[in-house]
């Protein structure tokens, strides 16, 4: 069984800064491309960040300066470094990764930008 389990979410000032991790344990990690997702409260689910086996990026227009996405093959942990963070960064974010032919998903942890 695939879980990929995040960690770093909270309550944070408008402007603050927040550092995500996901740990999936249970498959071959560098081999596989690994997702950030959110999903605000009445919204659909969105990527915000992936980053593939080769080191390739992508970000959502709206994350995209303020947000770094990275991994660390050897601890097979995905990260998500965000600054400049408001209060539209509201959400819960979920780790996803594509394994035999199935998308796996983490529980979420929630990020709440507020005064």
């Known amino acids: 069984q695939v879980q990929p389990v995040e960690s770093g979410g909270g309550l944070v000032q408008p402007g603050g800064s927040l550092r995500l991790s996901c740990v999936v344990s249970?498959?071959?990690?560098?081999?596989?491309?690994v997702h950030w997702y959110r999903q605000a409260p009445g919204k659909q689910r969105e990527l915000v960040a992936g980053?593939?086996?080769?080191?390739?990026?992508n970000y959502v227009d709206s994350v995209k300066g303020r947000f770094t996405i990275s991994r660390d093959n050897a601890k097979k942990t995905l990260y998500l470094q965000m600054d400049g963070l408001t209060p539209e960064d509201t959400a819960v974010y979920y780790c996803?990764?594509?394994?035999?032919?199935?998308?796996?998903w983490g529980k979420g942890i929630l990020v709440t930008v507020s005064p």
């Open positions: 980053i593939d086996a080769r080191g390739i990026i």
């Open positions: 249970e498959i071959t990690f560098e081999i596989y491309d």
């Open positions: 996803n990764t594509f394994y035999g032919g199935l998308d796996y």
